[in-house]
């Protein structure tokens, strides 16, 4: 058995871009950093970042474009894709590697209801079947502390 599955929680890093491709339906394009904090072996604490770029269809690419911002926590769930095209200036091969989103969770904002009550909204791209879900959940909670990076036993 073979997995590829892509699990990230992140912030917006540009306001999401929404396109329709010549059959009508929606792609939706967004960027987004993710962060890990650790001590070096001197015991300086270290911040490295990485950022990714997401692709999601249908009517969750609307919910996303119309919801969602620059500085916006996102949690995705999805599948690497690689794309790979020819650059017309320079004839060379070109490569670029996404996420494609199959679930989009909007994070928590203090300041903007996505819901219209303190929830958040949680929909389920299901492009294969043709059935969109949307259900609200309840909030993403964080931990208020910083996690220890030593503290995990693994």
Not at 63 to 73: E, L, P
Not at 148 to 154: A, G, L, Y
Request: aromatic share 8%; proline share 3%; net charge negative.
């Amino acid at each position: 058995m073979y997995i590829n599955k892509v699990i990230l929680i992140g912030n917006l890093t540009r306001d999401p871009e929404l396109k329709a491709i010549p059959s009508g339906e929606k792609v939706c394009t967004f960027s987004m950093a993710t962060n890990e904090v650790y001590k070096d072996k001197s015991g300086k604490k270290i911040e490295k970042v990485e950022f990714h770029n997401v692709v999601v269809w249908g009517r969750t690419a609307e919910n996303v474009a119309t919801y969602m911002k620059k500085g916006s926590q996102i949690y995705v769930e999805g599948k690497l894709q690689t794309r790979s095209w020819e650059d017309q200036a320079t004839q060379k091969k070109m490569y670029r590697t996404e996420v494609l989103a199959v679930t989009v969770q909007f994070g928590s904002n203090k300041t903007q209801s996505i819901t219209g009550n303190a929830g958040s909204s949680k929909v389920e791209n299901t492009r294969d079947n043709g059935i969109e879900n949307t259900d609200d959940i309840d909030t993403i909670e964080y931990p208020e502390e910083d996690i220890n990076n030593e503290d995990i036993p693994f």
